[in-house]
């Protein structure tokens, strides 16, 4: 219930997309510059909270570790 205030626009604006899911659908919007994508998001929007990094070869070699 938390977007039922977004569904009329998203109905009528976006029905193509009805079927996706709700993160694949805000990264499409965000990919192609739709900037309504941020109706969806809190009041910290689409900003970078954190950075960190880790420099241990313990948990950087291991085989499951994805770096991005």
């Known amino acids: ?3 039922i205030k977004l ?4 109905k009528t ?3 193509q997309y009805l079927q996706w899911g709700l993160g ?3 990264l ?3 990919e192609k510059g739709d900037l309504y994508y941020l109706h969806f998001l809190n009041k910290y ?3 970078r909270f954190s950075c960190f990094y880790i420099n241990n070869k313990r948990y950087t070699e291991k085989k499951d570790f ?3």
Do not use: R, S
């Not at 569904?7 to 998203?10: E, H, L, N, Y």
């Open 1 to 3: 219930m938390k977007y």
């Open 7 to 10: 569904a009329d626009t998203v």
């Open 13 to 15: 604006q976006y029905p």
């Open 24 to 26: 694949e659908f805000l």
């Open 28 to 30: 499409h919007l965000k």
């Open 45 to 47: 929007g689409d900003k």
């Open 66 to 68: 994805m770096p991005t």
